[in-house]
């Protein structure tokens, strides 16, 4: 359920972190965090039973691209001290979703009631983080500007397996000009901590995306006039992989609505 | 007239850039010299009357990416200091081309009969200096590897004029897959000074080009399935400048026949 709250995009951009986690925390909005708290690091979230942690662990660092690794927390402790030391993992976030075996059998704005004190909280790299650095070079950011929702596609590429997880990539899609897409790549491969570089660009097919305009998760965008679409690696991998690999317990940000860190973008950069 | 000299590519490319000068200076070949002195600074020359280097100088600082100036002369000196104080610009490399009121008008192993006391000579950075880092990245390039030409067009782009300078870009090409371009953006932006960033990539039509498989400088190259072709800014540029301003008298190296500087490729890289 998506709540509209009073909100201009003027005031979203303008809310500090902890004041945008407060509005999520308050559950006014359950919509996507796309442009709060603009120019801040957005986060996925994923939790899951710490028998589970060091696996799940192994392969984001496998699959770094899709699933750049941030913050892992102690057991039971759901806080992140290098992120946002003054927020509540479990409340802060927008929209929750749960799983179980593999199903999706809850999505909630906080997830109390599934608190176990042995969940463990990874606290993963998401691309919103580039929106900004994307809007200062004058690149189209459709997703920001047009639809507020990610473009999210399952791919033919499978990730390096781990003992308990694996599934197909699962990639992000902004159409732009090729111009666009060389500096799009300059810019970008400047955040490895939030996917860096795409992995490709132009035919959809190539990487096993059917139709363009069908987004498994999110919305379409618009794609303009000699503007090719440019993919980069995703953080809803973790949702491929949660269908695929069927763990007994396991809980995630809704698509599009991440945890808002205290750091900026540009703190993210490596150069 | 191209001469076949008794070196097989593993000697070429172990010349020192001094032996590959004096290899040229002995007009025992008058070809490419991709491959020579492998990971050494190829560069262009440009030799013109003092009169007119002020604004040649604009020309190439207003387009940058394609004529990336390494060193000016003073007039009637024909070395470049920093770029290879022992060799001389009149003699050291392989072909040149000279050009009256726009018109190639000679085509000579050296240029000492049309030197002139009042010449300027302009080094410009060429793209095959990152011959070496696209090749240690696995980045196809079959100019180098298949060919030994460039494969230059003309596009409809057109260069930023001065008062006696204009014409349209030209870009050199290589084809290979989405993945392998995004990392050939990569690579190659740590190298501004010989020319960057591609500036395009996929629909040759975008860019004015007529038909790929015909270039209107060098020889072309094959594209295999699911590769783009992805165009940089080319030095090439500077034979369209000619054709359209028709300066008075003009002299430059002949395609792919640079000249070879004492530094590394890796010395001129940014990052």
Known sequence: MTVQAPLDPRQKAALSPSEARGYFRSETWQGSTRGFAFGRLQCGVVMLPQSEAADFLAFCTKNNAALPLLDMTPAGVPVTKAYAPDADLRTDVPLYRVFRDGELVDEVPNIKNYWRDDMVSFVLGCSMTFDSALLANGIPNRQ???????SMYVTNIECEPTERFSGPLVVSMRPMLPAQAIRAIQVTSR?????G???????????GIADIMKPDIG???RILDGEV?????CIGTIWSVV?????PFFISHAPGCMFIADLSDEEMSVL
Chains 1, 2 share one sequence.
Do not use: M, Q, Y
């Not at 920001?144 to 990610?150: A, H, M, Y």
């Open 144 to 150: 920001l500007t047009e639809t507020g929702k990610p």
């Open 191 to 195: 955040f490895p901590k939030t996917h």
């Open 197 to 207: 570089a795409p992995n490709h660009f132009g035919d959809p097919a190539a990487i």
């Open 219 to 221: 919305a379409p965008v």
């Open 229 to 233: 679409p440019v993919f980069w690696p």
């Open 243 to 247: 269908a695929r690999s069927k763990p």
